[in-house]
């Protein structure tokens, strides 16, 4: 692979607000501005305001502790922060407080890796490093921006806590990118540190290249559904122009999530001069062994050792355990369910997680949701379950309802409500099957040397029932008839 | 006598006693600076009413037996850099012209809110701090009450003038690179920069923030023995302040100094030390001596670079510092607001920024950009840390450094404005003891042919405020100098 013409190289920066966190990075702001009105969670500090100090949220430290450690990353023991000079409105201070690992400065953390599988073959995507900085504030524009008569700057934004993770350039395509993000977003959900769920939460920029060539930074990538969409466009791009002899230049470019294209921003000989240099109003924050061992000890179970445990005491294969325990949430709902009821085996555990990671995972997808958005109990899916080994209802029903139970319906007033109890009254199926017979006299014929055809007939009843006759029974009963009539021995 | 010539713990006293009421004070303060404001300008803007109501407020809560606070409505000069909530700061500069901040300062919270001295205005300075003689004021410069064809040094020049003017008894000042000491020793009276992180930072208007502290400025040593107890201590707004127990540092200053040993540095007394300077401080050094103090030859070896690095290190961090001030949020935006965000950034700061200003923005960008980084900032660095083991070496062999604080006196209003560099080295005995981060204390100590004082520094080590305000206090009461008014508190010349 790697000797291949027109090989990708990518590596990913991955901006993630710390939205667990209850402040802001350096003042006391609320950190939860979503839907506030704007500029009101902000103070001097947050706005720049002259005279005003930056002092470090220790809880921030803790939770970036959290996150290097469960990407395997080395922790420096004493972290600073350094200035990152550049104008821009959304800029309180005209400089970001940020980390940075030259001009002897470190990262939060260096190194680590996110092992993602493709096609059934791992893959460590290794990282960089980590560090920690300051959102800028939120830029509001009436329509797009070239056309916005003004521009509106909300400062509710400024100082909320990011976390930018780097990868090294050894992602090979867009669908390893999108395995990452993926692992990534399971891994901040699992230490309990954001909900990349949240609108705005995730920012990406992507350094693409092919191989021997120059390298484009793809900026303003606003969640990770898109930065696969991007990666794609970009990529095209690139090789678009190789095949027409054309050299590529190195450069920023601003992804343009309405129109869908990459649009040049600027090129290598203007890009900024950031002016790095230390924050002296931040002392060094040191992080020794201690402290370290203390956030792992506290740290909750993450999801390869969450998967494997699964594996182990629900008997599931690594593929099912390994797609369940990626949203935390699915696989809280699947213990508390499989947990709920005694009876439950090997067999139940298997057709609960089918259940999960089918019917109800589709149904997420298709509505944009989380487990937790909708009134689904696990105690449904286990009623489900039963339902369907007792013979109450078919799988093909259960797939009916699924819906309905999303809203919180228990299956017995579903099935009341649409009148779908199942048919096992013999005497009524007796009646259905004869007229069945009537009605179909070819099929009946057919019966004589095809024994398939009998399944015809069943179908019949079915319809006839919208469904509800019971399967075994009907087939019973129409096994008795056709004999009953002599086509059949 | 009138009030303004005696000490702020003699006023106390007064007040204590029922000699003096409060709202009597601060009435004889204005009256006081409505007599010599108009030759000197050591005030950008004056909080009379304000003033005169807590004055009054105070005096009715004393009647009444409460408890007002140790300044027992002192009046205090304010900085125009320090925030004083609803009150325009404007660091003397266009800027921030009409900026009233929406909080207090630390220092603000300490003296006027919980020990109650009273805000009386805010004292000129050279804009942002960037100066030796606050002639970079955009409101014009302060003058000198000695004689008022000459500066009253910088940048703190409003609050050294109004002090030894009669102006007000407290004045709050902030020292960079010697901005309060410079001004202390041009106006002779006591200025005092305290160690970095000694006080808190939180409200003191940024210029270069690994060398800013605020300290106090007053007519002796007693008032800013008192003052600095207050301000000091742990700040949890500023990361850089220290949790370490701060001093009585009032009931420390008559202790006799006999087993002190005073490190004189040679360097300090080198070349561009005026000979009259130089005289009278060997005389105050000859002074400490006849109290039993002991002094040895040290050395600071590099301070033949201390004015680079300071500059360089002032002048990068302010770059970003000032970064800010884009007109957008608050202060003064260009009235022509053609073209795009950046037009109107860059004429905002163009037209609204001195050119002294400018010019260490200008320095300070260069100084930090992609190639030059490495060839000035860091190696800046790694001679500021150099001149740090200076003084460390020298406490080792001694308890205190003494020396002159300015290497002149106080020169000519014009005089020097138009040369820049020649200004900058004015600072060279000063700075050393910002790059390195500890206290030094300002006192006069005699004056020139001129009739013009000189200050006598006093240098500690890390912490040591108790110290320096030790030997100074125990200096002044030797030299008895310390009431003599200048004569523009006379009416002027």
Not at chain 1, 279 to 302: A, C, H, R
Not at chain 1, 463 to 483: C, F, S, V, W
Not at chain 2, 188 to 193: A, E, F, N, P, R
């Amino acid at each position: 692979m790697s000797s291949q013409k027109n090989e990708v190289v990518i590596g990913l920066e991955v901006h993630i607000q710390l939205t667990n966190l209850k402040t802001k990075l350096f003042c006391s702001c609320s950190n939860n501005y979503r839907g506030a009105e704007p500029n009101s969670y902000v103070c001097p500090i947050c706005i720049g305001l002259p005279g005003s100090l930056p002092a470090i949220n220790k809880k921030a430290i803790e939770f970036a502790t959290r996150l290097a450690i469960a990407l395997n990353g080395n922790i420096n023991e004493s972290i600073y922060f350094f200035r990152k000079n550049y104008f821009y409105p959304d800029m309180s201070k005209n400089f970001q407080i940020s980390q940075y690992n030259k001009a002897g400065g470190k990262a939060f953390a260096d190194g680590g890796q996110i092992t993602i599988k493709l096609n059934s073959h791992k893959k460590d995507i290794i990282l960089n490093r980590i560090h920690l900085e300051e959102d800028p504030a939120r830029l509001v524009h009436k329509g797009s921006i070239a056309t916005s008569p003004y521009t509106l700057v909300d400062y509710n934004r400024s100082g909320v806590c990011l976390i930018e993770i780097v990868t090294e350039p050894v992602i090979s395509s867009p669908e390893e990118a999108r395995e990452f993000l993926k692992q990534l977003k399971s891994i901040v959900q699992y230490s309990e540190i954001s909900n990349l769920d949240y609108e705005g939460s995730v920012r990406v920029d992507a350094n693409i290249s092919i191989r021997g060539h120059e390298r484009s930074e793809v900026k303003n990538i606003n969640s990770f559904r898109e930065v696969e969409r991007a990666l794609r466009h970009e990529i095209v791009r690139q090789k678009n122009l190789l095949k027409r002899g054309k050299l590529l230049a190195q450069e920023t470019r601003h992804w343009d999530d309405k129109r869908r294209i990459t649009i040049s921003l600027r090129t290598k000989e203007f890009e900024a001069d950031y002016r790095y240099f230390p924050e002296q109003d931040l002392v060094p924050i040191e992080i020794d062994d201690e402290f370290i061992q203390k956030v792992k000890d506290e740290l909750p179970e993450m999801p390869r050792e969450r998967s494997i445990r699964l594996r182990r005491d629900y008997n599931l294969s690594e593929f099912d355990s390994d797609n369940l325990v990626l949203d935390k949430d699915i696989a809280d709902f699947y213990e508390d369910g499989v947990n709920s009821d005694a009876s439950f085996g090997p067999d139940e555990y298997k057709q609960f997680c089918n259940w999960l990671m089918n019917d109800v995972s589709r149904w997420l997808n298709e509505q944009n949701k989380t487990i937790n958005d909708t009134k689904l109990h696990p105690h449904q899916i286990v009623d489900l379950i039963k339902y369907i080994n007792e013979g109450k209802i078919t799988t093909k029903i259960a797939k009916t309802i699924i819906k309905d139970m999303m809203e919180g319906f228990s299956i017995s007033e579903i099935l009341e409500k649409k009148g779908k109890k199942r048919i096992s009254d013999e005497k009524l199926l007796n009646k259905f099957g004869n007229e069945v017979i009537e009605e179909n006299p070819n099929i009946v014929k057919d019966c004589r040397k095809n024994p398939k055809a009998i399944e015809a007939l069943i179908g019949r009843v079915m319809a006839k029932t919208r469904g509800q006759a019971d399967p075994h029974i009907t087939r019973a009963i129409m096994l008795e008839l056709l004999k009953e009539l002599g086509i059949i021995t | 006598m009138k009030f303004y010539e005696y000490m702020g713990y003699e006023l106390i006293e007064k007040i204590k006693n029922k000699e003096l009421s409060i709202p009597e004070l601060i009435e004889s303060c204005f009256h006081r600076i409505e007599e010599t404001e108009q030759i000197l300008h050591s005030f950008v803007a004056l909080s009379k009413e304000k003033a005169l109501e807590k004055a009054k407020s105070l005096d009715k809560d004393l009647e009444q037996g409460k408890k007002i606070g140790q300044l027992y409505g002192l009046p205090l000069a304010n900085k125009d850099l320090i925030c004083v909530k609803g009150f325009p700061t404007t660091c003397s500069s266009k800027i921030l012209q009409d900026y009233h901040p929406p909080y207090n300062a630390f220092v603000i919270g300490k003296l006027v809110e919980q020990e109650g001295a009273i805000h009386i205005g805010n004292t000129n300075m050279d804009e942002f701090a960037m100066g030796s003689s606050t002639e970079n004021s955009c409101y014009g410069p302060t003058y000198n009450p000695w004689e008022i064809s000459r500066v009253s040094g910088g940048s703190s020049g409003g609050a050294g003038a109004s002090i030894s003017s009669g102006q007000t008894i407290l004045a709050l000042g902030s020292d960079t690179g010697g901005s309060i000491r410079c001004p202390a020793s041009f106006c002779g009276v006591v200025g005092l920069k305290p160690t970095y992180g000694r006080v808190s930072r939180y409200g003191l208007i940024a210029f270069a923030n690994s060398l800013d502290q605020i300290g106090p400025i007053t007519k002796c040593v007693y008032d800013s023995a008192l003052m600095l107890e207050i301000m000091s201590g742990k700040d949890p707004l500023d990361s850089t302040s220290v949790d370490m127990k701060v001093d009585k540092y009032t009931e420390e200053l008559s202790k006799p100094i006999e087993k002190k040993i005073l490190g004189i540095p040679k360097e300090f007394f080198g070349e561009g030390v005026d000979n009259e300077v130089e005289s009278a401080v060997r005389k105050a050094i000859d002074k400490l001596e006849s109290l039993g103090a002991k002094t040895i030859d040290v050395s600071i070896p590099h301070l033949e670079y201390t004015v680079a690095t300071y500059y360089l290190i002032c002048m990068s961090e302010a770059s970003s510092n000032l970064a800010r001030y884009d007109g957008l949020r608050y202060g003064n935006m260009s009235d022509n607001l053609s073209g795009d965000v950046y037009d109107v950034f860059s004429r905002t700061r163009g037209e609204r920024f001195g050119p002294e200003v400018r010019r260490r923005i200008y320095l300070g960008t260069y100084a930090l950009s992609a190639g030059y980084y490495d060839m000035f900032y860091i190696k800046a660095l790694k001679v500021r840390s150099l001149i740090k083991n200076d003084f460390v070496e020298a406490f080792n062999k001694c308890d205190s450094i003494v020396c002159p604080t300015m290497p002149l006196t106080a020169f000519k209003v014009g005089e020097l404005i138009d040369d820049p560099l020649q200004m900058y080295i004015a600072d060279v005995l000063t700075c050393p003891v910002n790059l390195a981060g500890i206290p030094a204390l300002s006192i006069p100590c005699g004056f020139d042919s001129n009739g013009l004082p000189i200050g006598f520094q006093i240098i500690g080590d890390y912490f040591d405020e108790k110290g320096i305000l030790n030997i100074g206090y125990q200096l002044e009461q030797e030299l008895n100098i310390y009431r003599k008014m200048a004569p523009a508190a006379k009416g002027g010349k």
